[in-house]
């Protein structure tokens, strides 16, 4: 391995997710393995302009593998989006003798770390992180297997409701432009109908989807909404909808929100954040710059950031089928 990058610099970006932690920690610790330093940012790109850095070895990334969040902070940098902002973090990045970058986060951070590498020729390596599983060239993003899970558990609540009192309840799950959550946690959760930007189901369908539920002796039903879906405007405004239309449902709404986010990272996440974090790490030291570490086939792979940013995350269209099949 080379050995011209001495201190790596990492920071997390965006929206957090489960996993993070446990990336992070494992970004320190192959540091430490391969002999060279490591230096945590906090707050994103806001802390590489402030200068907020911390020196982190093996023991300040202890008991992290299992938390939520980041002990990194994540913040959006509107300064760092100007040439003078990544002025700032570029001397501030040279002033404490790092080499390279990790940048754990979406596609807004990873356009980021872009920039900043064509700029001023700095390594950077991308590890994903977001729970909407919406990134090319990885078949999961860090934080998603743990939101699907949490989906599923409040989901499973609501429907002990719903079946109390022969109710539809209409849950909305986060996916502004990607349907991963709602069709995948529908589908293990049982929902009647599922409802994702990439496929426009239709009001006329849906009412008569419902219709057919009732009729075949369907006492309550359960429909996961992706938050970007185009049916309607937003979810009370289909709720409105079926109250006007098909009066003998009692409608509620469940927005999961937030929730959606926290909680301990499941084991899959975990150790997908240990092997990426290697990958990113052993990745730097070989020279390379300018890729995503993710996971294909099982297997940790390397993509162009631009093609990662640029690239469109695809839905499974033999999901779509089994999601079908099971509303039936």
């Known amino acids: 391995m080379q050995k011209n990058i001495k201190k790596i610099g990492v920071l997390t970006s965006g929206g957090d997710s489960p996993g993070m932690n446990a990336a992070i920690r494992s970004v320190v610790r192959t540091c430490a393995y391969h002999g060279i330093e490591c230096v ?16 982190m070895g093996p023991r300040s990334v202890n008991n992290i593998v299992n938390k939520g969040g980041t002990i990194l902070k994540s913040a959006r940098s509107a300064e760092f989006r100007t040439a003078e902002g990544r002025k700032k973090a570029y001397d501030n990045v040279v002033k404490a003798g790092m080499d390279a970058l990790v940048v754990i986060g979406g596609d807004g951070s990873f356009t980021g770390g ?6 001023y020729n700095f ?12 990134i090319f060239g990885t078949s999961h993003t860090l934080g998603y297997d743990t939101a699907l899970n949490t989906v599923v558990d409040c989901i499973d609540k609501i429907r002990d409701t ?27 959760a049982g929902a009647e109908e599922i409802l994702i930007p990439e496929e426009n189901l239709g009001l006329d369908r849906l009412l008569e989807s419902l219709k057919k ?7 309550s039903s359960i429909v996961v909404i992706a938050e970007g879906d185009k049916i ?17 449902y009692d409608v509620r709404v469940s927005v999961l929100g937030h929730m959606q986010r926290g909680g301990a990272p499941s084991c899959f996440d975990r150790v997908l954040a240990s092997r990426l974090g290697v990958k990113a790490v052993e990745s730097l030291l070989e020279g390379k710059s300018n890729l995503m570490v993710g996971l294909l086939e099982d297997k940790v792979t390397l993509t162009p950031l631009e093609q990662a940013i640029k690239g469109k995350s695809e839905i499974d269209r033999d999901l779509l089928r089994v999601s079908d099949i099971m509303t039936t």
């Open 232 to 248: 309607g405007k937003n979810v009370f405004e289909l709720k409105d909808y079926v109250d006007a239309n098909l009066p003998e």
């Open 114 to 119: 872009l920039v900043f590498n064509s700029e």
């Open 123 to 134: 390594p950077v390596m991308g590890i994903p992180g977001t729970i909407d599983n919406d």
């Open 40 to 55: 945590g940012i906090y707050r994103g790109y806001q802390g590489l302009i402030e200068g907020d850095f911390k020196e």
């Open 162 to 188: 719903a079946s109390s009192h022969n109710r539809l309840f209409f849950v909305e799950v986060m996916g502004r432009d990607a349907g991963h959550i709602a069709l995948n946690a529908g589908i293990g």
């Open 213 to 219: 539920s009732k009729a075949s002796g369907k006492s």
